[in-house]
């Protein structure tokens, strides 16, 4: 048992032997309950009653911290013996599999509780598929079609991108290249509403068959005040590269 009278948070955590992202868990979920001194402090009884109950709570707290994705993406491969990506990860955590639960910096960071229980090989394979992140450019090569006919879906709102990457005239924490899922990709080739092989059979500099689509203004979530018709990341500057740089994916 313990001689100290008290314990502050970075001391109960040491006495228990949690690390920090543990113990603040089980605070969380109240398997170590409230302090009950002033300051924010707990009492010797109420550690030592901790103390021993302190395997419980460790099982309850789970094994993985909550990481980002590139952390997560390793964390799945190695689990379920198959290549899980960052975009994958991020694709679980926009179809709620896998939540995202804070963040740091500017990163999404998931629930490490979620990827300790996550068994679903299908799930993630699709997600792995799906969430791939692609530029301007490789989406329009993937539809085979120019860009120009692409800059008239993501005019018309038909596509939207997901994330944004970064371009090589762009500062840090300001990425501005525009990456789009493959499954919406997916999702627009399988539309029998679009011309797609009149399309596909237009040359340079020919008229585009989709030009004719009503152009949706719509405010951008990741960049405020854009409209589909100028959507972030579309800068021609990035076209001679590809739109695709070191350190696109955010997710990191």
């Known amino acids: 048992m313990t001689t100290r009278r008290d314990y502050g948070p970075v001391q109960l955590a040491g006495y228990l032997g949690l690390p920090r992202w543990q113990f603040d868990r089980a605070r969380q979920s109240g398997d170590i309950p409230a302090p009950d001194r ?5 009492s010797a009884a109420t550690a030592d009653e901790a103390l021993a109950r302190v395997d419980d709570i460790r099982a309850a707290a789970g094994s993985i911290p909550d990481v980002g994705a590139v952390r997560a993406a390793e964390i799945l491969s190695s ?13 679980l955590g926009r179809r709620g599999l896998v939540p995202v639960v ?3 910096k500017e990163y999404d960071l998931y629930d490490g509780r979620a990827l300790e229980a996550f068994t679903d090989v299908a799930a993630v394979a699709d997600a792995t598929w799906s969430g791939y992140l692609r530029t301007a450019d490789e989406s329009a090569a993937y539809l085979r079609i120019r860009r120009t006919d692409l800059n ?3 005019r018309a709102g038909m596509l939207r991108h997901v994330s944004l990457g ?4 762009d500062r840090k924490n300001r990425p501005t290249v525009s990456l789009y899922r493959t499954g ?3 999702d627009l080739a399988a539309r029998d509403d679009l011309p797609w092989d009149a399309v596909r059979q237009a040359r340079k500099g020919q008229r585009s068959p989709l030009a004719a689509l009503p152009t949706v203004e719509t405010t951008s979530a990741t960049s405020p005040g854009t409209s ?11 076209a001679e590269h590809g739109g695709r740089w070191p350190g696109h994916d955010r997710t990191a």
């Open 38 to 42: 002033s300051g924010g402090r707990w």
């Open 79 to 91: 689990r379920l013996g198959m290549v899980v990506t960052p975009d994958g990860i991020a694709e």
């Open 102 to 104: 804070d963040y740091y």
């Open 152 to 154: 008239h879906l993501i």
């Open 166 to 169: 970064y371009g090589p005239y």
């Open 184 to 186: 919406d990709l997916d």
């Open 228 to 238: 589909c018709s100028q959507p972030p990341g579309d800068d021609p500057r990035h």
